[in-house]
């Protein structure tokens, strides 16, 4: 099974512009396009900036920065909204790959 980014799934934070939360685990909660709005687990609104999108995320993280709807700064905890190359999922099997060509190896 290949592990994918998906609504629902764990996944481990590699990449973080907030240093602390590389190597946390996230739930992610939904997929936010380019613009979006979207409502963070606490009720906070936001707006996805017009030239990406990414994954809204609970777990015992940090998002600090700057709500593209208000811009102000802020801190909140316990979400946050990443893209998708910072997220490793933990679902399935990320070492598939290598298995598959042991076999092929064990089986001649």
């Not at 396009?33 to 687990?41: D, H, K, T």
């Not at 809204?56 to 316990?78: N, Q």
Request: proline content about 6%; overall charge negative.
């Amino acid at each position: 099974m290949k592990a994918v980014l998906e609504a629902g799934c764990v996944a481990l934070v590699i990449d973080s512009v907030n240093p602390e939360n590389i190597g946390k685990s996230v739930t992610l909660i939904s997929w936010c396009a380019a613009g979006e709005l979207f409502n963070a687990p606490d009720g906070t609104c936001g707006r996805m900036p017009e030239n990406t999108g990414g994954w809204l995320c609970a777990g015992e993280i940090v998002c600090g920065g700057k709500m593209s709807v208000s811009m102000r700064d802020f801190r909140r905890y316990g979400w946050c909204v990443f893209p998708p190359q910072y997220l490793m999922p933990m679902n399935g099997d990320p070492f598939g790959h290598l298995y598959d060509g042991h076999k092929e190896l064990c089986n001649t």
